[in-house]
């Protein structure tokens, strides 16, 4: 039986809708407080899309932002009815730009805890802020996961929709296929996407390296990540890849 009919992936283990929809923020460069809602909700719906595609299972949570962004859609699309010298009522997007700002705010603060060192983890010193220091500014969210989505969904797009020429043979596991990627990087730390892929390809192909790179990415084996906008996919090796791949339990 084939692996997508088998194998599910629980996504809200990786990310959820909040850091999808970051994601597609700073991916377009779009204003947090001014989204053009048409825009990224067209872009939400491709990426759910593409969940079912690549056989992610769909948790309730990411059906439920894709309905509140087609609510938030429609009051953007009916007109005020405000009387003049009556002020306008409070912009639909702006609860959503409220829960994405705190969303930020606590996912950054999360990443800088559980950067410390174990022993520090639970010590904090008061600091004092520097008043002639630029105000700091929020770094980048990072989107393993949906770079890696977006890229393997590509990838199963241009395969023929019927392999009428593949034969059923003994399919590796996805612990198998990330000893094969780790193997990869025994001559180069840093790889295109493309060069993982076997050829000639077939969509069990597609679905296992994605799996296989989906899990290295949440035990931060590896990094993805692109040197341009749009351009192509590189999988950095992490310095713990080695150590971590003797505890990787088969699946």
Known sequence: MEL?????????????????LLYLIRKNDLDIYDIPISFI????????DAMKELNIDL????LAMAAELMLIKSQMLIPSEAQEGEEEGEDP?????????EYQRFKLASKKIFERPMLGR???????????????????IQGEVYQLM????????????????????DRLSISDRIHQIIGFFETSETLRLSELLPEPLTRYDVVITFLALL?????????????????????TKAMAAL?????????
Do not use: C, W
């Open 41 to 48: 909700t067209a872009e939400y719906l491709k990426y759910i």
């Open 93 to 101: 997007r702006a609860e959503l730009a409220r829960r994405l700002l």
């Open 122 to 140: 639970e010590i904090f010193l008061r600091s004092v802020k520097n008043t002639d220091e630029e105000t700091e500014k929020e770094a980048p």
């Open 243 to 251: 150590a971590l791949s003797e505890n990787i339990v088969e699946e």
């Open 150 to 169: 977006n890229a393997f969904s590509d990838i199963l797009k241009r395969l023929p929709k019927k392999l009428y020429h593949e034969v059923a043979v």
């Open 59 to 62: 948790a309730g949570e990411f």
């Open 215 to 235: 899990e290295m990415a949440r035990l931060k084996m590896l990094r993805v990540h692109q040197e341009e906008r749009f351009g192509p996919l590189f999988v």
């Open 4 to 20: 997508v009919d088998t194998y599910k992936v629980n996504l809200p283990e990786f990310e959820g809708p909040l850091d999808l």
